[in-house]
């Protein structure tokens, strides 16, 4: 079960435009699932679905914590956080999925965090102090819109140098990328334009690819899929396949016996015949000509390339 | 034998190696290590095509002291830095464990096999090493308990070794047989 | 000298009730047989699989069997310095499944932010902790785990694409040696087998591996053929249990079926929460074909699936001098009842 109910338990304001959110789950558990530090929280946002970085404690916590800047331009998710959120609400979410993990070889971690992109960079140090790993930090922001700067001080104290002013910040990446020893690893997490900066001139600076890693906000989300329907060839029954269902699960609530064994897309157990409509082929083991020949699928991953299909089920 | 490609063995280690990709040259430093003759002409082409840039050298007729400053510049080196290591297969096998070990992550690192010479093959039963002139599939004495090893397709990457185990374990001694425990 | 091998045990209705047969269709061919865990299993004899971590009736017998192989080969114990934290997760996330499974003998307590109080009643131990602290801990952390399942455990660091092996403790190996492969990548591991590699196999068992999840625990099972109650069978006591390859071939029809396990291995694949990494639990089951042989579905499918087996399959997994007798005595022991 990948779902999560939690509940929130305080709202905080701590910087203009950044709201913090403090979960604990929902049915009353005094722990939250352990998560790998880096992790994000993906949260039904009234009818969107957005990923946030956690920022507290990784070990099973009692209540995870995000803070969410409020994008006047996007697509509603932290508008509804900012605006329509309250103490005591209860949210849907999933668990934390981790894709900026700390490396565990680095001798040194160099984080380097732009406005709020703090937030998985926090996690990464809060993680150092408790396993005393040794970390340097850079964190530019806007004058007076730091979050989290009082804890970050806390944990990394004069390891930790803030910067408000984009000219001194990218002189002292210069001095910093080209001084580390062998062994460091470099994690950066900020707005988009900064983050192609810093991985550009890491690049240019000999940094390895093993040695870089970024977290790109907004894109390493579940992708529930496009709702279609489904028709069964030999029946001519037709069924619904929602977004966020997969038509395993779709072909099995109705009753019909299909094999499977992973539901991952990799061990081939599901395989369902396609004899019309094209399908959107997600799984890790047809061939390439098998997908190209668009006659099997492998239903326990794979939708529809558009709103219909038609299976055999024989 | 599944095809070598597949295995624990680089392919600058086979007995019959394919063409060697390009060193990457995008490196702020190179360091440069070299054993034996053919090794330290390879070091000095490579510095010859790569003059103007920051290289330091470590070279020498033997694995084992080239290991040593190896891993004492390892100790000193910064990020950018890319290794390339020349010499014979066994050597640069146990090279390229000095600097996985220090923590060189493999696109740092570049290996060029000179020659075949001699491989090292552990004892899986008596845990001892043996410096054989052999390729794999091949069967060696060990040095420590005397077995007769079948040279595996399989290396560590940390010590460099081909894992060698007993080729006739299955055979009984002649004029002996098993009995049950009872 | 005379050579010997172990004895088998009497494996006791238990044993057999909870045995994992392998086999769910009349061949076997190497697939990516993962699924979702824990997950019960009915079996004609029993059943098995509604825990990730399995306590039976040889528990203490194996743990004191791990004991003495650490004892003399210390080498099947390792963990590389930068997977400590991923040394004390599993150590965390076993002790939790251990207490989840078996609330009245083991127990897990939270007594403070970092601080555990574990208990075993089994072995009669209890020990309070301190999460990260090695001092408050008799042993290094896997170690200590590892005296407390009869799992194997391998953990591997997922980084640059791939997944190495780089701590674990290993004590009943199927012919492989932990402390020689330890360091190496997935692939690398896997690169003695044959087929796995041409047939997409390990690849698609890799990439699977690489998107495991935190919390959603999956297991396999893989199977082979081992004389005598042996778990140790690994490479580097090949000189020990090969020779028993060649003397099975002399031995009557009785010792045969006595002697002859099938032997199964439950695999989990966990990917542990804090630290990332991919912990690989192997935990060994060894059932003499003369009790495979009375539950009659086994009998048969066993003979089935040791009759078809190919050769290349047969000889990488080193029955392949014995394999046929192995089914033809499968075959007749139906006959006789």
Redesign the interface.
Same mark, same amino acid.
């Given at each position: 079960m990948t779902a999560l109910e939690l509940v929130v338990t305080a709202l905080d304001d701590p910087v203009p435009g950044v709201r913090s959110v403090t979960f604990a789950a929902a049915d009353g558990s005094e722990v939250l699932p352990t998560y790998v530090p880096g992790s994000h929280l993906v949260v039904d946002c009234g009818g969107r679905t957005n990923a946030y970085s956690l920022t507290g404690d990784a070990v099973c916590p009692p209540t995870y914590s995000i803070s969410v800047l409020r994008l006047d331009d996007g697509a509603g998710g932290s508008r509804w956080i900012h605006d329509e959120l309250s103490v005591g609400d209860v949210v849907e979410a999933r668990l934390p999925r981790s894709a900026f993990a700390p490396a565990s070889k680095a001798t040194r971690h160099l984080l380097v965090a732009g406005g709020i992109g703090v937030t998985p960079i926090l996690s990464h140090v809060r993680a150092a102090d408790q396993w005393g790993r040794d970390v340097q930090v850079l964190y530019a922001h806007r004058e007076g819109r730091g979050a989290h700067v009082a804890e970050l001080r806390e944990l990394a104290g004069d390891r930790l140098e803030l910067y408000t002013d984009q000219a001194g910040f990218v002189a002292r990446l210069e001095e910093v990328l080209a001084a580390q020893p062998l062994g460091t690893h470099l994690y950066v997490c900020g707005p988009t334009a900064m983050m192609d900066h810093v991985l550009a001139r890491a690049a240019e600076l000999g940094w390895p690819p093993s040695r870089l890693h970024s977290e790109r906000f907004g894109i390493d989300v579940l992708d529930p899929g496009e709702p279609f329907t489904v028709t069964v060839a030999e029946s001519g029954t037709t069924l619904d396949v929602p977004s966020g269902t997969s038509l395993l699960e779709a072909l099995l609530e109705a009753g019909h016996d299909i094999p499977n064994l992973c539901r991952q897309g990799v061990c081939g157990e599901c395989r369902v015949p396609v004899v019309g409509g094209r399908p959107l082929h997600r799984d890790l083991f047809l061939t390439e000509d098998e997908k190209e020949a668009a006659d099997v699928l492998m239903c326990c991953v794979s939708r529809a390339d558009g709103p219909t299909l038609e299976v055999s089920l024989r | 034998m599944p095809k070598l490609e597949h295995t624990s063995v680089p392919l600058w280690a086979t007995a019959s190696p394919t063409v060697a990709p390009e060193p990457d040259c995008g490196g702020a430093s190179y360091l440069l290590v070299g054993v034996g003759a053919q090794g330290r002409e390879q070091v000095a082409t490579w510095a010859d095509a790569l003059s103007g840039h920051p290289v330091a050298r470590v070279v020498g007729d033997h694995a084992d002291y080239v290991g040593v400053d190896l891993a004492a510049a390892l100790a000193e080196a910064q990020v950018g830095v890319r290794v390339r290591i020349a010499g014979p297969v066994s050597s640069c096998l146990a090279l390229r464990g000095v600097a996985v070990n220090a923590g060189v992550e493999d696109d740092e690192l570049h290996v060029a096999a000179t020659a075949k010479g001699t491989i090292d093959v552990w004892c899986s039963h008596c845990t001892s090493t043996s410096a054989v002139e052999a390729e794999i599939d091949d069967v060696v004495r060990c040095r420590g308990c005397g077995r007769s090893l079948l040279v595996y397709h399989h290396v560590s990457r940390r010590t460099g070794r081909f894992l060698g185990f007993q080729i006739d374990a299955e055979a009984l001694p002649d004029g002996l047989s098993a009995e049950v425990a009872s | 000298?005379? @050579?010997?091998?172990?004895?088998p045990i009497d494996p006791g209705a238990s044993l057999i009730a909870g045995f994992p047969f392998p086999f769910v269709e009349d061949r076997y061919r190497y697939?990516?047989?993962?699924?979702?865990s824990p997950s019960l299993v009915t079996t004609p004899a029993g059943q098995w699989g509604a825990a990730v971590v399995d306590v039976d009736a040889e528990y203490r017998r194996e743990l004191a069997e791990r004991k003495d192989i650490l004892a003399k080969d210390p080498?099947r114990h390792v963990v590389l310095p /930068?997977?400590?934290?991923?040394a004390w997760d599993a150590l965390?996330t076993l002790m939790h499944e251990l207490a989840v499974a078996y609330p009245g003998r083991m127990s897990l307590a939270?007594t403070g932010p970092?601080r555990w109080l574990w208990e075993n009643r089994v072995l009669d131990e209890v020990l309070e902790f301190t999460? %990260?602290d090695e001092r408050t801990l008799p042993d290094e952390p896997l170690g200590y785990i590892a005296s407390q399942v009869q799992d194997d455990i391998v953990l591997l660091?997922?980084?640059?694409d791939q997944l190495w092996g780089d701590a674990g403790v290993v004590t009943f190996a199927a012919d492989w040696?932990f402390g020689?492969?330890?360091? *190496?990548?997935f @692939?690398?591991?896997h %690169?003695?087998?044959?087929? @796995?590699?041409?047939e997409g196999i390990i690849t698609?068992?890799h990439?699977?591996l690489k998107?495991l999840?935190? /919390?959603?625990p999956?297991r396999r099972t893989n199977w082979t053929l081992t004389i005598?109650r042996r778990l140790d069978v690994s490479?580097? @006591?090949?000189?020990e249990w090969?020779?028993?390859?060649? *003397?099975i071939q002399?031995?009557d029809d009785v010792?045969f079926g006595r002697?002859v396990h099938l032997r199964v291995e439950v695999q989990h694949l966990i990917r542990l929460?804090?630290?990332?990494?991919i912990m690989f639990l192997i935990r060994t089951y060894l059932l003499p074909l003369e009790h495979v042989a009375k539950v009659e579905p086994w009998r048969i499918r066993t003979a089935q699936v040791l009759a078809e087996l190919p050769e290349d399959m047969a000889d990488y997994k080193g029955i392949i001098?014995y394999k046929d007798r192995a089914a033809a005595w499968l075959q007749a022991s139906g006959d006789l009842s």
């Amino acid at each position: 079960m990948t779902a999560l109910e939690l509940v929130v338990t305080a709202l905080d304001d701590p910087v203009p435009g950044v709201r913090s959110v403090t979960f604990a789950a929902a049915d009353g558990s005094e722990v939250l699932p352990t998560y790998v530090p880096g992790s994000h929280l993906v949260v039904d946002c009234g009818g969107r679905t957005n990923a946030y970085s956690l920022t507290g404690d990784a070990v099973c916590p009692p209540t995870y914590s995000i803070s969410v800047l409020r994008l006047d331009d996007g697509a509603g998710g932290s508008r509804w956080i900012h605006d329509e959120l309250s103490v005591g609400d209860v949210v849907e979410a999933r668990l934390p999925r981790s894709a900026f993990a700390p490396a565990s070889k680095a001798t040194r971690h160099l984080l380097v965090a732009g406005g709020i992109g703090v937030t998985p960079i926090l996690s990464h140090v809060r993680a150092a102090d408790q396993w005393g790993r040794d970390v340097q930090v850079l964190y530019a922001h806007r004058e007076g819109r730091g979050a989290h700067v009082a804890e970050l001080r806390e944990l990394a104290g004069d390891r930790l140098e803030l910067y408000t002013d984009q000219a001194g910040f990218v002189a002292r990446l210069e001095e910093v990328l080209a001084a580390q020893p062998l062994g460091t690893h470099l994690y950066v997490c900020g707005p988009t334009a900064m983050m192609d900066h810093v991985l550009a001139r890491a690049a240019e600076l000999g940094w390895p690819p093993s040695r870089l890693h970024s977290e790109r906000f907004g894109i390493d989300v579940l992708d529930p899929g496009e709702p279609f329907t489904v028709t069964v060839a030999e029946s001519g029954t037709t069924l619904d396949v929602p977004s966020g269902t997969s038509l395993l699960e779709a072909l099995l609530e109705a009753g019909h016996d299909i094999p499977n064994l992973c539901r991952q897309g990799v061990c081939g157990e599901c395989r369902v015949p396609v004899v019309g409509g094209r399908p959107l082929h997600r799984d890790l083991f047809l061939t390439e000509d098998e997908k190209e020949a668009a006659d099997v699928l492998m239903c326990c991953v794979s939708r529809a390339d558009g709103p219909t299909l038609e299976v055999s089920l024989r | 034998m599944p095809k070598l490609e597949h295995t624990s063995v680089p392919l600058w280690a086979t007995a019959s190696p394919t063409v060697a990709p390009e060193p990457d040259c995008g490196g702020a430093s190179y360091l440069l290590v070299g054993v034996g003759a053919q090794g330290r002409e390879q070091v000095a082409t490579w510095a010859d095509a790569l003059s103007g840039h920051p290289v330091a050298r470590v070279v020498g007729d033997h694995a084992d002291y080239v290991g040593v400053d190896l891993a004492a510049a390892l100790a000193e080196a910064q990020v950018g830095v890319r290794v390339r290591i020349a010499g014979p297969v066994s050597s640069c096998l146990a090279l390229r464990g000095v600097a996985v070990n220090a923590g060189v992550e493999d696109d740092e690192l570049h290996v060029a096999a000179t020659a075949k010479g001699t491989i090292d093959v552990w004892c899986s039963h008596c845990t001892s090493t043996s410096a054989v002139e052999a390729e794999i599939d091949d069967v060696v004495r060990c040095r420590g308990c005397g077995r007769s090893l079948l040279v595996y397709h399989h290396v560590s990457r940390r010590t460099g070794r081909f894992l060698g185990f007993q080729i006739d374990a299955e055979a009984l001694p002649d004029g002996l047989s098993a009995e049950v425990a009872s | 000298m005379s @050579l010997t091998v172990p004895a088998p045990i009497d494996p006791g209705a238990s044993l057999i009730a909870g045995f994992p047969f392998p086999f769910v269709e009349d061949r076997y061919r190497y697939s990516t047989n993962v699924s979702p865990s824990p997950s019960l299993v009915t079996t004609p004899a029993g059943q098995w699989g509604a825990a990730v971590v399995d306590v039976d009736a040889e528990y203490r017998r194996e743990l004191a069997e791990r004991k003495d192989i650490l004892a003399k080969d210390p080498g099947r114990h390792v963990v590389l310095p /930068h997977m400590r934290g991923a040394a004390w997760d599993a150590l965390l996330t076993l002790m939790h499944e251990l207490a989840v499974a078996y609330p009245g003998r083991m127990s897990l307590a939270r007594t403070g932010p970092h601080r555990w109080l574990w208990e075993n009643r089994v072995l009669d131990e209890v020990l309070e902790f301190t999460y %990260g602290d090695e001092r408050t801990l008799p042993d290094e952390p896997l170690g200590y785990i590892a005296s407390q399942v009869q799992d194997d455990i391998v953990l591997l660091d997922q980084r640059a694409d791939q997944l190495w092996g780089d701590a674990g403790v290993v004590t009943f190996a199927a012919d492989w040696s932990f402390g020689f492969d330890v360091g *190496m990548s997935f @692939l690398e591991i896997h %690169g003695p087998v044959p087929r @796995l590699r041409e047939e997409g196999i390990i690849t698609r068992a890799h990439e699977f591996l690489k998107r495991l999840q935190p /919390h959603q625990p999956y297991r396999r099972t893989n199977w082979t053929l081992t004389i005598g109650r042996r778990l140790d069978v690994s490479t580097e @006591l090949y000189p020990e249990w090969g020779p028993d390859r060649e *003397m099975i071939q002399r031995v009557d029809d009785v010792t045969f079926g006595r002697l002859v396990h099938l032997r199964v291995e439950v695999q989990h694949l966990i990917r542990l929460p804090e630290s990332g990494a991919i912990m690989f639990l192997i935990r060994t089951y060894l059932l003499p074909l003369e009790h495979v042989a009375k539950v009659e579905p086994w009998r048969i499918r066993t003979a089935q699936v040791l009759a078809e087996l190919p050769e290349d399959m047969a000889d990488y997994k080193g029955i392949i001098k014995y394999k046929d007798r192995a089914a033809a005595w499968l075959q007749a022991s139906g006959d006789l009842s």
